[in-house]
């Protein structure tokens, strides 16, 4: 079994949001280099991995399937009482 890197707590607060928090990560790791080695790599999980989330990060989220795994939303909302004149 491979051994763990030992990593030292964080001296400073986390940034304030997800995007704060790459930007902090991308300032000491240069986050384009890492995703390229990722996607040059032998093994084919981790390519098809690294692939699916660029796809989703410029397309988004697949479509729901279809079928009954599909939530309904039902709006049962009582209308706002207006004056009748």
């Known amino acids: 079994m491979e051994s763990s890197r030992k990593i030292p707590p964080g ?3 986390l940034p304030i ?9 991308h300032s000491r790791v240069d986050l384009v280099s890492l995703e390229e ?3 040059n790599s032998l093994d084919d999980k981790v390519v098809q991995r690294e692939l ?3 796809r989703e990060l410029r ?5 729901a399937p279809a079928g ?6 039902i709006v049962d ?3 706002p009482e207006r004056d009748i004149q």
Do not use: H, N, S
Request: aromatic share 10%.
């Open 17 to 25: 949001d997800g995007e704060a928090f790459v930007d902090a990560v």
């Open 59 to 63: 397309y988004g989220k697949r479509a």
């Open 11 to 13: 001296l400073e607060p």
């Open 77 to 79: 909302m009582q209308r």
């Open 37 to 39: 080695k990722l996607l």
């Open 68 to 73: 009954d795994d599909v939530p309904q939303i």
């Open 52 to 54: 699916a989330y660029l």
